[in-house]
């Protein structure tokens, strides 16, 4: 069986959780004996064809971005020519680009989508391009949605329940490390910290929806942890100043 992989970035060298989670899917695929191709937007203007752990990975030239979005002339011709050989195509959403490129060419392949999430900031750009993902999702055989509250909280997935399976995200832990004890305890932490723990770890981005999880302490009898960094950290660290939650919200 081959599967085609397409979004618009691939780890590595790009780095972000849908691009990681990809790159695993690909490689996980590939050791149960599966055909992975994967098919993304180069960062440059240069069409390139690259090899990861024997995954081939087709780069179609890119002209810039709008809205996070690639602007790529070839992408739908690129994905006609790797739809060709594949037995299923995997979308991760979302992607404009890839939702436009599949609708103009009419491919009839079995159709997979993980959605990963809603367009959010991009408010334009979404009332323009929802009437083409609710066509493209109608197309689909298949939806993998990564939570079951996100199935019922999703604007768009609400409309596609019955497609929908649930599969959680996750990461391969290194079978090598098994027997390490860890660096800190848990009891050394509970002991800084408390018996009631709650443990944020990432980057500190709008669509993590840090504000309400930072807004639900107030009614929370526990502390929470916040490990990582980012563009909101300053903003992050104001609000919680701002709410007199200092004692409860530990940046780490």
């Known amino acids: 069986?081959?599967?085609?992989?397409?979004?618009?970035?691939?780890?590595?060298?790009?780095?972000?959780?849908?691009?990681?989670?990809?790159?695993?899917?690909?490689?996980?695929?590939?050791?149960?004996?599966?055909?992975?191709?994967?098919?993304?937007?180069n960062v440059t203007q240069k069409f390139d064809i690259e090899y990861n752990n024997n995954i081939r990975i087709i780069k179609a030239p890119q002209l810039g971005r709008i809205a996070s979005?690639?602007?790529?002339?070839?992408?739908?011709?690129?994905?006609?020519?790797?739809a060709e050989k594949a037995d299923i195509l995997h979308f991760h959403l979302p992607n404009p680009t890839a939702v436009m490129s599949y609708l103009f060419t009419g491919i009839q392949k079995p159709l997979v989508v993980t959605y990963h999430s809603d367009i959010v900031r991009q408010k334009f750009l979404k009332k323009i391009y929802v009437p083409f993902s609710k066509k493209f999702l109608k197309k689909t055989d298949a939806i993998i949605a990564t939570s079951p509250c996100y199935v019922h909280t999703s604007e768009e997935l609400v409309h596609y329940r019955n497609k929908c399976h649930i599969i959680p995200l996750g990461i391969q832990l290194p079978r090598n490390n098994s027997n390490k004890e860890p660096t800190i305890s848990p009891e050394v932490?509970?002991?800084?910290?408390?018996?009631?723990?709650?443990?944020?770890?990432?980057?500190?981005?709008?669509?993590?929806?840090?504000?309400?999880?930072?807004?639900?302490?107030?009614?929370?009898?526990?502390?929470?942890?916040?490990?990582?960094?980012?563009?909101?950290?300053?903003?992050?660290?104001?609000?919680?100043?701002?709410?007199?939650?200092?004692?409860?919200?530990?940046?780490?």
């Not at 009614?219 to 919680?240: M, T």
């Open 1 to 41: 069986m081959k599967v085609l992989q397409i979004y618009k970035d691939y780890y590595p060298p790009v780095k972000g959780g849908i691009e990681k989670h990809i790159h695993l899917l690909a490689n996980g695929l590939c050791r149960h004996g599966v055909d992975v191709e994967v098919l993304v937007s």
């Open 189 to 252: 932490i509970r002991d800084r910290f408390g018996s009631r723990l709650i443990l944020f770890v990432g980057k500190f981005r709008y669509y993590k929806g840090l504000h309400c999880l930072v807004k639900a302490m107030k009614a929370v009898d526990a502390k929470l942890l916040l490990i990582g960094s980012g563009p909101l950290e300053k903003q992050l660290k104001a609000y919680v100043a701002s709410l007199s939650l200092q004692e409860k919200i530990i940046f780490l």
């Open 69 to 82: 979005a690639p602007i790529n002339p070839t992408f739908s011709r690129l994905l006609v020519k790797a």
